[in-house]
């Protein structure tokens, strides 16, 4: 399938998705939301792809956040509607994904563009990038989930701080408070994505599903449960059987 605002490259079992509104420093409209989102469908039943890499074309901007002009007119229904359809046709969906979502964060992470790296798994980030919510300067809050997923990363405290001040916190910053995982210089940033990346997609791709779901309940009722289940059902599968077997004849498995 052909894309306008993003670019799809797949190398091996690692696949690419490039937001490229370079003019506009990346930021989210509706068109782009729906073609990540479709890029994500497309990727999610690919079964030569096993991990997936979020990033902006070029050394400034990952995402800056998103498109104002396109709802600067929207009254309440309008904009609930925009942060509903939002949440579920992309950001959600991201989150729940069968398999691993990386961002490489590189420049600007602000407002829809902090939240779509916090819907991934995994964040690394450039040394130049600035994360940020900055919607109250717009009288408005995160509506991407933004308030729901930045304190389960950060603690309820440095999220309340981040929100009120919209201040912009710098990678290193970020890497300390567990906003992002590692933080690269602008030059390494894909490399080193790369080089995780290859790493998960050689473990089990069917246990690794069953983590990131696991993972996501983790702070529900229904975490520890699901994890038991989850446990048993992965008994009765190859890749399971592969890897035990691997294990004991002291060979790398073959997922």
Do not use: W
């Not at 696949?15 to 990346?26: A, D, K, Q, V, Y």
């Amino acid at each position: 399938m052909s894309y306008e605002n993003i670019l799809l490259k797949k190398e091996d079992k690692v696949s690419i998705i490039i937001i490229n509104r370079p003019e506009s420093l990346n930021a989210l409209n509706a068109k782009t939301i729906q073609e990540i989102s479709t890029a994500m469908d497309e990727l999610n039943s690919d079964h030569s792809c096993r991990v997936i890499i979020l990033t902006g074309s070029g050394e400034k901007s990952f995402v800056a956040g998103a498109d104002i002009k396109e709802f600067s007119e929207f009254g309440q229904e309008k904009a609930e509607e925009l942060a509903r359809n939002g949440q579920n046709s992309l950001f959600n969906k991201i989150e729940n994904m069968s398999k691993p979502v990386i961002a490489a964060v590189n420049g600007f992470a602000l407002g829809g563009g902090l939240e779509l790296a916090m819907a991934c798994h995994i964040r690394y980030a450039s040394e130049n990038a600035r994360l940020g919510l900055p919607e109250v300067t717009l009288g408005l809050i995160p509506g991407y989930g933004g308030t729901q997923r930045l304190p389960k990363l950060v603690g309820k405290g440095i999220a309340n701080e981040m929100i009120f001040s919209a201040k912009m916190v710098p990678a290193q910053k970020a890497k300390e408070i567990g906003l992002v995982n590692e933080v690269y210089p602008i030059d390494e940033l894909l490399t080193k994505t790369k080089e995780l990346a290859n790493i998960i997609a050689h473990n089990s791709p069917m246990a690794i599903s069953k983590a990131i779901h696991a993972v996501n309940l983790s702070d529900t009722e229904k975490g520890f449960e699901t994890e038991i289940k989850y446990f048993g059902e992965l008994f009765e599968m190859d890749d399971k059987k592969e890897g035990v077997s691997a294990f004991l004849e002291k060979r790398k498995p073959n997922f």
